[in-house]
Nanobody
Framework: VQLQASGGGLVQAGGSLRLSCVAS????????MGWFRQAPGKEREFVAS????????NYADSVKGRFAIFRDNAKNTVYLQMNSLKLEDTAVYYC???????????????????WGQGTQVTVSS
């Protein structure tokens, strides 16, 4: 399994970024996907997840209404559109694939089995 995340960078508060994660090594359309993040000095936390067909999403309360997760199964890619970015969104963002095929979109880190290398998002004032 390989997950290649990209799209991070430096953005001013209130701005937007779109993260992408290209997956390979497994049947992408059979697995729910998720995004997590880890800020300096903090534990990794759940951001968003999406079912294998993209019909159901879950979001952390801190990003609801600002972030959107979606996927393109033809491109083996999951995205995270981040709008109205805040200073507290600064973190390394990781995409992850759920351990078991044909299951729902979990919010629990322990349900995800493979992780990308992460992409840095820095929000400045």
């Amino acid at each position: 399994v390989q997950l290649q995340a990209s799209g991070g960078g430096l953005v001013q508060a209130g701005g937007s970024l779109r993260l992408s994660c290209v997956a390979s090594g497994f049947i992408f359309g059979s697995h729910a996907m998720g995004w997590f993040r880890q800020a300096p000095g903090k534990e990794r936390e759940f951001v968003a997840s999406i079912t294998r067909a993209g019909y159901t999403n879950n979001y952390a309360d801190s990003v609801k209404g600002r972030f959107a997760i979606f996927r393109d199964n033809a491109k083996n890619t999951v995205y995270l559109q981040m709008n109205s970015l805040k200073l507290e969104d600064t973190a390394v963002y990781y995409c992850a694939v759920i351990r078991s095929a044909y299951t729902g979109a979990s919010v629990s880190e322990t349900d995800f089995g493979s992780w990308g290398q992460g992409t840095q998002v820095t929000v400045s004032s």
